[in-house]
């Protein structure tokens, strides 16, 4: 209940300080789990996407966002959950496939870490590893706006317009056992 509540103040929040659009909508599966793909241009680029549908969104985060209590409350409460960047982390994947393989929604960012530009990054594999074993479609997302409403190393947001555009499901790709 909580996570209703508090997705749709943030989606609110959006809507208004950001004035952010969202397109595509109509690729996110009504039932079953699915992955959005989106690129990575600021701190802020998960909180606008839990307003794209309905059911609820899991996302994997940097561990660092869990180091202070309300914010391990916070994030866990929004379906998020930590992830060790820079090695293997086993448990946080498990927990992706788990997640999508039953049904729900899941944000992973591909290119893994924040990155400045219009270029999309090289991507990891992770994304692509993850649908393959929970056998969902992976919807890509482009972010305009994010990395000028926060910036790298800024403390504060700016109002600016944000735009959210999804893009049409990509099938998971099948690995050599099946």
């Known amino acids: 209940m909580t996570y209703f509540v508090v997705r749709s103040v ?3 929040f959006v809507k208004v300080f950001w004035r952010a659009t969202i397109s595509g909508t109509e690729h996110i599966p ?7 793909a989106p690129v990575h241009r600021s701190n802020i ?12 969104m899991s996302f994997m985060g940097k561990d660092g966002l869990w180091k202070h209590k ?15 960047r820079g090695t293997v982390d086993r448990k946080a994947i498990k927990q ?10 899941l ?22 590893y993850i649908a393959s074993k ?22 504060m947001i700016r109002p600016v317009k944000l735009h959210y555009e999804l893009g049409p499901p990509i099938p998971a790709p099948v690995g050599e056992d099946g």
Do not use: H
């Not at 009504?30 to 959005?36: E, R, S, W, Y």
């Not at 929970?134 to 403390?155: D, F």
């Open 10 to 12: 943030l989606t609110a």
């Open 30 to 36: 009504k039932t079953g789990g699915f992955i959005v």
């Open 45 to 56: 680029d998960t909180f606008p996407m839990v307003g794209m549908t309905r059911r609820r």
């Open 107 to 128: 944000i992973l960012f591909p290119e893994g870490t924040r990155q400045r530009g219009a270029q999309v990054c090289e991507l990891l594999e992770g994304t692509a």
């Open 134 to 155: 929970a056998r969902v479609p992976i919807i890509p997302l482009g972010i305009g706006g994010t990395e000028q409403a926060m910036p790298v190393g800024a403390k």
């Open 96 to 105: 992706c496939i788990d997640v999508a393989a039953n049904g729900e929604g």
């Open 70 to 84: 309300i914010g391990a409350w916070f994030f866990d409460m929004m379906g998020g959950y930590p992830v060790r």
